[in-house]
């Protein structure tokens, strides 16, 4: 069974540094793409960036170039998403998915990781 | 990048009424075009890929068709277990894109 499972909720200060990650088990996870995306509260779905993590080729959505880094370790298949310095605005559910390219869908999410960045 | 502009964003129906939702993109996408579901306090679902392929287990009622910029997404009788956010999203070398979502409500 594919799964992707992700690390705890996360209650924060602006400024602090944070590394959030998504273990993937049940399928070759060196074959496919993994995404994150952002939900924040009340709000839509919005597409941050990819791995590959048999290469860590990474692409990111323009809008959060910069702000955060993706990357993974594919010897313990899991993929991360980090801050280097929280804003309040970072508030939010991430979610990572898997990223099919045949058809070109999100087929499998993770649960979701409630970050809270607050003072 | 390329924008999707889904409308209504929100609307209400009665049990058994047919739903429409649409998504425009702002410029040709094909059919790389998918429809999620979501519920509250839940990941999104896959529901509908190549904007009109039906997900393996989702029920027929749910539907998608368009290519190049508009596309449509449709219950054809809308169930209580229905209630949800729809997203559009479109796929273009790797950037994603979601639309705005539509909360479908029973009246």
């Known amino acids: 069974e594919v799964q992707l499972v992700q690390s705890g909720a996360e209650v924060k200060k602006p400024g602090e540094s944070l590394k959030i990650s998504c273990k993937g088990s049940g399928y070759s996870f060196t074959s496919y793409w993994i995404g994150w995306v952002r939900q924040m509260p009340g709000k839509g779905l919005e597409w941050m960036g990819i791995i590959y993590p048999g290469d860590s080729d990474t692409r990111y959505s323009p809008s959060f170039q910069g702000q955060v880094t993706i990357s993974a370790d594919k010897s313990i298949s899991t993929a991360y998403l980090q801050w280097s310095s929280l804003k309040a605005s970072d508030t939010a559910m991430y979610y990572c998915?898997?990223?099919?390219?045949?058809?070109?869908?999100?087929?499998?999410w993770g649960q979701g990781t409630l970050v809270t960045v607050s003072s | 990048d390329i924008q999707m502009t889904q409308s209504p964003s929100s609307l209400s129906a009665s049990v058994g009424d047919r739903v429409t939702i649409t998504c425009q993109a702002s410029q040709d996408i094909s059919n790389y075009l998918n429809w999620y579901q979501q519920k509250p306090g839940k990941a999104p679902k896959l529901l509908i890929y190549?904007?009109?392929n039906l997900e393996t287990g989702v029920p027929s009622r749910f539907s998608g068709s368009g290519s190049g910029t508009d596309f449509t997404f449709t219950i054809s009788s809308l169930q209580p277990e229905d209630i949800a956010t729809y997203y559009c999203q479109q796929y273009d070398n790797l950037a994603l894109t979601f639309g705005g979502g539509t909360k479908v409500e029973i009246k």
């Open positions: 998915a898997r990223l099919q390219v045949v058809p070109a869908a999100i087929d499998y």
């Open positions: 190549d904007a009109s």
